[in-house]
Structures are given as C-alpha cells and as structure tokens.
Nanobody, 117 residues
Framework: QVQLVESGGGSVQAGGSLTLSCEVSGGGYTNNPMGWYRQSPGKERELVAGIRSALNTDWGNVMRDRFKIYWGDTKTKTINLEIQNLKAEDTGIYYC??????????WGQGTQVIVSA
C-alpha cells in the first residue's frame, strides 16, 4: 500500500521560512515524478512545483525565487519544498503527489501552512 506522509507545516510569521517534506512508503515508485500542490482559502488546488526528472521541473504560478524543490534522503523517496520570505498568499494546505505515469497520482493528506503578519 502506497502512503505519502507530509510534514513541516505550521504557523509562521511573514518573512520567515519553512521546509515541507513528503516521504513515500510502499509501492516501489523510486523514479517517479513528485511535487506539491497548494490549496489556498477560497481557491482551487494549484501546482506549486514538481520534479519530473533531473532536468525537468514544473512550476506553478509562484515566485520561483522564494521556492526551492529538491529530493531529500536518497535512501527514501522523499521530496522537499522550501519556502523563504513567507507571505500571507502562501497560506494554504500543501499536498504532496506521486505521479504513477498512468494519468493518476497518489496524494498525501495535506499539511497546513498559516502565514501571519
């Protein structure tokens, strides 16, 4: 059974930073693309960023100079999203996804980020 477990969310003051992590267990999807979506209050879920391969990273409508996506521990299937200089617009629930190449994805349960002034 495949599970995606996110961590690293929380309440942060504007201007701060945090790193979200997502670890996959089960399934053997060691080379599959992964990434992050965000659902802000009152908005639909949208892509933040995703890594498809070593040379291909997809970006959503975010300020790329504040976001960094990268693989974590090589012993596990982990992907991290670092957000710097947090702004109120970054508030939302961040969902990790694992693309299994058949047109569908596995999803994490979501981790909430609240940015306060």
């Amino acid at each position: 059974q495949v599970q995606l477990v996110e961590s690293g969310g929380g309440s942060v003051q504007a201007g701060g930073s945090l790193t979200l992590s997502c670890e996959v267990s089960g399934g053997g999807y060691t080379n599959n693309p992964m990434g992050w979506y965000r659902q802000s209050p009152g908005k639909e879920r949208e892509l933040v960023a995703g890594i498809r391969s070593a040379l291909n990273t997809d970006w959503g409508n975010v300020m790329r100079d504040r976001f960094k996506i990268y693989w974590g521990d090589t012993k596990t299937k982990t992907i991290n999203l670092e957000i710097q200089n947090l702004k109120a617009e970054d508030t939302g629930i961040y969902y990790c996804y694992l693309d299994i190449w058949d047109g569908s994805c596995f999803w994490g349960q979501g981790t909430q980020v609240i940015v306060s002034a």
